[in-house]
């Protein structure tokens, strides 16, 4: 198992050159906040994220590009 620590800068380094912050709630789940360092304008948040089942270097990567494309989708949708 990858520990949270780890976990989270693994995410955080996932999103350059935004900036993003992962974190644990009380419960042990995880908030995961993608934005743009000079604006503050928030591109992503994600709460509510069980790190239960990111216990490989693999699976963390796996959920860095489901969030990237979640982002992109996103973008296209506003783009009117």
């Known amino acids: 198992m990858v520990p ?5 800068s693994i995410v955080e380094s996932g999103f350059q050159p935004l ?3 992962c974190t644990v709630s009380s419960n042990g789940l995880l ?3 993608v934005f743009e360092p000079a604006t ?8 509510g994220v069980s790190p239960d089942e990111l ?3 693999r699976a963390i990567s796996d959920l860095v590009g489901e969030l990237r494309a979640e982002m992109r989708a996103g973008r296209r949708a506003f783009a009117g």
């Open 31 to 33: 908030r995961i906040k």
């Open 55 to 57: 216990t490989t270097i």
């Open 40 to 47: 503050g304008r928030i591109d992503l948040l994600v709460n």
């Open 19 to 21: 900036s993003c912050d």
């Open 4 to 8: 949270i620590s780890v976990l989270c």
